[in-house]
């Protein structure tokens, strides 16, 4: 089965200062990775997804993420941090083996300090 | 928000009573998705649904069930609702293709507090 792990609870960072977001998967098949953030009260927002190709995939907002097949890593990237940028932000996998089931991480918690 | 809306986005109700809520898109999706989302657990996939009349249990099922007699309306069901699923519900829809490779879109949510 697939799984999904984001070690970290809580990220803080200067604004201006480059921020990464972790993410680590299990799956049995291909991933497809996604990353989604979640402002206050707000349903979940698309940001980026890595389906094949190039590891270094570019998203919204300014965001990117490098996929690691070796360390089964996805971690979600930014150059410069914005205040605006806090949120909850939540990395999700698609095994190709297992059709429509989307797992998504426990979600990690930014806060960019003014 | 992408089209997609659910009703009512705040609900308070006690144990042992029925619960319906709804999610309504209009972008003609084949795909529709509910899940559940708790604190430490991300969001888990309760039902979703591939077409009208055509729906599918996801990982944590147990006490739902859902209907979608529309294209455009994906209902989520609590028979007799417990304290265990007070949550925050989001509904979901995807293209057409139902590929593992489609994104998923996401409604505002539906705030369901049991007592």
């Known amino acids: 089965a697939q799984s999904v792990a984001q070690p970290e609870d809580q990220v803080n960072v200067a604004e201006g200062n480059p921020l990464t977001v972790k993410c680590t998967y299990s799956v049995s098949g291909n991933p497809y990775l996604f990353w989604y953030v979640q402002y206050p009260n707000r349903g979940l927002q698309f940001l980026l997804k890595?389906?094949?190709?190039?590891?270094l995939v570019k998203g919204s907002y300014g965001f990117e993420a490098e996929f690691n097949k070796s360390q089964t890593s996805f971690h979600l990237k930014k150059p410069s941090a914005l205040v605006s940028d806090s949120a909850l932000y939540f990395c999700a996998v698609r095994d190709g083996n297992y059709g429509q089931n989307f797992v998504f991480g426990p979600g990690t918690r930014l806060s960019v300090l003014p | 928000d992408a089209g997609i809306t659910q009703s009512p986005r705040h609900k308070v109700t006690e144990t042992g009573t029925p619960v319906t809520l709804r999610c309504h898109q209009t972008e003609n999706h084949r795909y529709m998705y509910w899940y559940r989302q708790d604190p430490g657990h991300g969001l888990r996939l309760i039902h979703y649904?591939?077409?009208?009349?055509?729906?599918d249990k996801g990982e944590v099922s147990d006490g739902y069930s859902v209907s979608r007699s529309k294209t455009e309306d994906f209902l989520l069901t609590l028979e007799s609702a417990t304290s265990s699923q007070t949550s925050v519900y989001f509904c979901?829809?995807?293209?057409?293709?139902?590929?593992?490779?489609?994104?998923?879109?996401f409604g505002p949510g539906t705030r369901l507090t049991v007592l």
């Open positions: 979901a829809i995807s293209s057409s293709t139902g590929s593992v490779t489609d994104t998923q879109y």
């Open positions: 890595y389906i094949t190709g190039d590891n």
């Open positions: 649904s591939y077409g009208v009349k055509d729906t």
